[in-house]
């Protein structure tokens, strides 16, 4: 059986390595004084970020219409026998809800739909070990059968600047987000039961990022391969500084640079920093 695997613009896979596994992407966009733009395709990142510091208001974020799922399962029905979507958590959005729907109404192919329960580049790695598995030949159940077999292993913590974002987003509630603007605080946010909520206070920057790497060596000290992501919402050098650090106290661990493009920077906002880890899938 042909599996095609599909996941949505959030989860910042790089264009190169989707077309090296054949991951199909379906974006998300923003919403810009009226106008839509999808992710990846119709902004940079650069220009997003440009626009939003001179904006009062955040943009919107939407997740892709039902239509636009639909062309693309059809699409894919003419050269797979079923098709795997791998979309951000459907607690923070519609989209893994929005596939299940569009799968209902298109016959032509087997469509299932992953909850990934999390978002970036996490999110990413249950594409790639879903791509890998697609190239071996693997059942769709199968594939599903790993990826949420993974689910337990997977950890991602995340520093923001201002938590104002997520509080207009609808991601964070208000009193969750005055603690961060309260005594220079460094929030830690996690995902929980598929939501982002506060995992821990910390006083600066350099405290968050220890307290990040501290939680990471508790898996790493266990001497199971991890594999991870540094993620930035456009402040590459602080990521890169961080990244370099971090290799050189894991230098058994898989770790790479990773970003927070428009529709996940929208609600965590410029300078955020994230930290996401699995256990490397056996080969």
Known sequence: MRTAIVTDSTSYIPKELREELNIHMIPLSVIIDQKTYREELDMTEEEFYERVRMMDELPKTTQPPIGEF????????????????????????????TSIAAGELVKEIDVYSFDSEISCMPQGFFAIRAAELAREGKEPEEILNELEAMKPSMRAYFIVDDLNHLKRGGRLNGAQALIGGLLQVKPLLHFVDKVIVPFEKVRTSKKALKRVADLFAEDYEKGEPLKGSII?????????RWLEELQARFPNAELELSHFGPVIGTHLGEGALGFGWIKKADK
Not at 70 to 97: F, H, N, P, W
Not at 232 to 239: D, G, V, Y
């Open 70 to 97: 639909m062309k693309l399962y059809q699409r894919l029905s003419k050269e797979y026998d079923a098709v795997i979507g791998i979309y951000l958590s459907s607690g923070i959005s519609g989209t893994y809800q």
């Open 232 to 240: 930035h919402a456009n402040c590459e050098e602080a990521a890169q």
